[in-house]
């Protein structure tokens, strides 16, 4: 799940970007509100997060524009203005939640995670073969043995059940959970599939992962022919 955070205090930013990533969310961060335009303009994102007070224009004033495309996220206010006419204005102009500074973490993470079930068009589980994902509670069991996922693993694989049959270059996955630019030196990305690997496909006969040749890897119950040789990727 990807959230846009529009947050000028770095504080308070820092703070809600780690808790919810290690929530298992993939957060990109907005200083402005023309930042926060731009960024909503140019990626789909399941949610947005929004304070009112921004330094170059009124939160009010980006939800506003926000609403005016033709598909929108939902967007949850999080600001100092707690007045009943800032809340009800703010719930007028199209928001889907409202929460005062100050807060406490694990109720802005409830309201993320009922913002998120009541937008997500997508079932609650995941299933391929005998993988199951569940996006909801977050857990994850194969041939319904439990297996346990550190919150970026858990994110890489529930991108790559969400694709399944789908190659995925290390980019597309760098870019999807961790919210950075890819630059070809990084291991990150296989040093993560060969954790998921070891946990989801070592202890069973059907390996799930694959590795697509000059591409990055895909997750189905077979392999897909390399783009390179037009053969069966090697493992």
């Known amino acids: 799940m990807r959230i846009l955070l529009v947050e000028d ?13 290690s929530a298992g969310y993939s957060i990109d961060l907005a200083e402005d509100g023309q930042s926060a335009l731009d960024r909503i303009h140019a990626a789909d994102y399941d949610l947005v ?15 506003a524009k926000t609403r005016n495309r033709k598909v929108s996220p939902p967007v949850l206010i999080l600001s100092a ?7 009800v204005r703010g719930l007028e102009l199209g928001a889907d939640d409202y929460l005062v500074k100050p807060f406490a973490f694990v109720e802005l ?77 990084t291991n990150i990305v296989d040093v993560y599939i060969r954790h998921l690997r070891s946990k989801i496909d070592e202890k069973f006969p059907t390996r799930l ?3 697509v040749r000059g591409i990055g890897y895909m997750l189905d119950t077979h392999d897909k022919p390399s783009a390179n040789s037009g053969k069966p990727p090697q493992e």
């Open 109 to 185: 993470l409830a309201r993320v995670r009922a913002l998120l079930r009541r937008g997500q068009p997508t079932p609650e589980r995941l299933v391929i073969g005998d993988l199951v994902l569940d996006c909801i509670r977050r857990k994850v069991s194969r041939a319904s043995e439990p297996i346990d996922l550190a919150p970026k693993e858990f994110s890489i694989l529930e991108y790559m059940m969400r694709n399944r049959g789908r190659p995925l270059s290390r980019t597309m996955i760098v870019e999807h959970v961790w919210d950075m630019e890819y630059d070809g030196l």
């Open 9 to 21: 205090e770095k504080r308070i930013a820092d703070f809600v970007q780690r808790g919810l990533e």
């Open 81 to 87: 203005r707690g007045g009943v006419d800032d809340r």
């Open 49 to 63: 997060i929004l304070d009112l007070m921004l330094p170059d224009m009124d939160g009010l004033d980006v939800l």
């Open 209 to 211: 992962i694959h590795t």
